[in-house]
């Protein structure tokens, strides 16, 4: 039982390019959610799913894309990075009873943009 | 505009002693609140929570309280140990349309010292 694994665990980037970054579970939740932490803004929600075939946007989406085509995968795309993307990347996912919401993380991307 | 507001960005206790982080929140609709504990190069983990029909809960070591009418909650660890040294993030839970969404804090960062 892996929990909440991603690839990459750190990237480099020039600017305008593109990459994905993958998120898997293997907890069977129905939640997924793509964050980023930036030093003195703690977490912050880019974009989530509430099960396969769903995306939905969070606070901070833009620039950003997602995908759900399978229940335990969640993708995030960069179309074109720009330097305001470097962050730590997190993602998590939840199985949602009611009003309890205990999410579960994976690792981190570090992603820096040049 | 930061719904859930961690005032002090670190503190230091003695090891033994008890280590108070607190958290404040403005949003009336939350409903559910969250402790996250994250040591450098791993993502948040789960550590304790509360439900706003309770003012407290404990879980060994660690007691969160909420005080609903001040919008304030703190989490009491006690007794402090060196493994406690991490970054804690309050988080708040309330739903909005299809989903139960955490607005998380900026963190304080705990250092035990013996």
């Known amino acids: 039982n892996a929990g909440v694994t991603q690839t990459p665990k750190f990237r480099v980037l020039k600017t305008g390019q593109s990459m994905t970054l993958l998120c898997a579970q293997d907890?069977?939740?129905?939640?997924m959610y793509w964050y980023r932490q930036d030093p003195g803004m703690g977490l912050r929600l880019i974009h989530y799913?509430?099960?396969?075939?769903?995306?939905a946007k969070g606070e901070v989406p833009d620039g950003y894309n997602v995908s759900r085509l399978k229940k335990q995968n969640f993708l995030l795309g960069l179309e074109s990075a720009a330097p305001s993307q470097t962050s730590v990347y997190f993602c998590?996912?939840?199985?949602?009873?009611?009003?309890?919401?205990?999410?579960?993380f994976g690792p981190g991307t570090r992603l820096t943009v040049l | 505009d930061q719904q859930v507001k961690q005032n002090s960005p670190s503190l230091s206790v003695q090891e033994g002693r008890i280590s108070i982080l607190n958290c404040d929140y403005t949003?009336?609709?939350?409903?559910?609140f969250l402790w996250y504990k994250k040591y450098p190069a791993e993502g948040p983990t789960f550590l304790i929570s509360?439900?706003?029909?309770?003012d407290k809960n404990e879980d060994g070591r660690f007691t969160v309280f909420l005080n609903k009418s001040a919008k304030h909650l703190s989490l009491h660890i006690v007794p402090s140990q060196p493994g406690d040294s991490a970054v804690y993030f309050c988080?708040?839970?309330?739903?909005?349309?299809?989903?139960?969404?955490?607005?998380f804090g900026t963190g304080t960062r705990l250092q035990v010292t013996l």
């Open positions: 949003n009336s609709m939350f409903d559910y």
């Open positions: 988080a708040a839970s309330g739903v909005t349309g299809t989903a139960s969404k955490l607005t």
């Open positions: 509360i439900s706003s029909i309770k």
């Open positions: 799913s509430v099960g396969e075939g769903t995306t």
């Open positions: 907890m069977n939740h129905e939640y």
């Open positions: 998590a996912s939840s199985y949602y009873r009611g009003q309890k919401n205990e999410q579960f």
